[in-house]
């Protein structure tokens, strides 16, 4: 009888041995796939994990981690929104047109005076969250499905960038000549030298999203977004302000993506009607690697900022091996699909 005990205890430990792996595998699977390709190409090029890169990346990452912000809790309420990217473009052209040069030749607005740096960058900030304003109002209000709503606003907003972008004389020119007072915040640093210090544009994301993680995880606010991603009948029935919510939530993410155009501009020390195209599905993307669910209800902010941080190093790191840019395109199309398919799985084992 003993004998047989020990077996049947044996058996139970093996079983949730194996259980425990499972679930660690499934919880952990794309982290460690990451873990494999950094492994794999330090061994290719062990310079590539340099303090020099390692800021390279962060600063490449901040605007992405800002967008990232914004989508996030828009995922989170079980919405998306396709129209980021735009939005990021049109912020980086208004800013961009309002803060160059006084002596700059092709000045798009010649005669305006030199206006201090904060109302350029507002006015691209409220551009944006009243664009977001409008998703949420549509989606709130008119009932129509995120996707959809997003993906029109996002047509839109590129026409009326291109628009404004495509002025005389000059027509659609790239635009130049931007103040220093901008491109300080994309380019400076807080250091002694260009290696050893923190980039101004990545001190601006940490704290977006410590703002962010406030937000979400200290205010009724964050609690409401939660509750309607989980479940949004029955945050209707508690007594949460569902259509309200939804409004601000897509309105912060436009004033982000307003921020985040506005810093690419700084960064890249120009703009042009196609800034930002495609940054939306990679911060979605990111998104999802990080642990926010496509489902609704689930996310957070260390886990947005790791996602941004792992597709960042990737893109990094494989250009930095001298890596086919369309293989690079195939392995971030894989981890995507794993990562939804493994969100998808653990769904699913939820319910």
């Known amino acids: 009888m003993t004998e047989k005990k020990s077996m049947e205890d044996f058996q139970y430990r093996s ?22 390709l950094i492994i794999g190409i330090t ?13 390279n990346i962060l600063s490449m ?4 981690i800002i967008i990232a912000m914004g989508i996030g809790g828009i995922l989170i309420t079980g919405g998306t929104d396709l129209s980021a990217g735009r939005q990021v473009g049109l912020a980086a052209v208004v800013s961009a047109s309002l803060l160059q040069f006084v002596t700059y030749p092709r000045r798009m607005y010649p005669n305006m005076p030199e ?11 409220a551009a944006c969250a009243v664009l977001g304003m409008l998703n949420g109002v549509i989606v709130a209000y008119l009932k129509v499905p995120p996707f959809i ?23 659609a020119q790239p635009i130049g000549g931007l103040r220093k007072d901008l491109t300080t915040l994309g380019s400076g640093y807080v250091g002694f030298d260009g290696t050893y210090s923190i980039p101004y544009i990545v001190i601006i994301a940490l704290v977006v999203a410590a703002v962010i993680w406030v937000l979400h995880n200290k205010t009724r606010f964050g609690k409401n977004i939660y509750a309607i991603g989980g479940n949004t009948d029955a945050a209707k029935v508690s007594g949460v302000p569902v259509p309200k919510n939804l409004i601000v ?28 195209n495609g940054y939306e599905l990679d911060a979605i993307a990111a998104c999802v690697v ?9 996310g957070t902010v260390p886990g947005m900022i790791i996602g941004v941080l ?42």
């Open 43 to 55: 061994i290719n090029s062990p310079d590539f994990l340099s303090i020099q890169n390692l800021r």
């Open 149 to 171: 709503t997003t993906l029109g606003t996002m047509v839109a907003t590129y026409g009326i960038t291109s628009i404004y972008f495509d002025r005389p004389p000059y027509g």
């Open 249 to 276: 939530v897509y309105s912060i993410a436009g004033a982000l993506y307003g921020l985040a155009g506005t810093l690419e501009a700084a960064r890249t020390g120009g703009a042009t009607n196609n800034y930002g």
């Open 310 to 351: 792992i597709f960042s190093i990737i893109s990094y790191g494989l250009t930095f091996i001298n890596m086919n840019p369309y293989w690079q395109q195939i392995i971030k199309g894989l981890i995507i699909i794993a990562a939804v398919a493994l969100d998808i799985r653990k769904y699913l084992a939820k319910r």
């Open 290 to 298: 990080g642990g926010v669910s496509t489902s609704g209800g689930i």
């Open 115 to 125: 206006l201090p740096i904060w109302i350029p960058i507002l006015i691209a900030i």
């Open 15 to 36: 079983l949730t041995r194996q259980k425990a792996i499972k679930d660690f595998s499934l919880k952990y699977a794309i982290y460690l796939v990451f873990l494999a």
């Open 61 to 64: 990452s901040a605007t992405r």
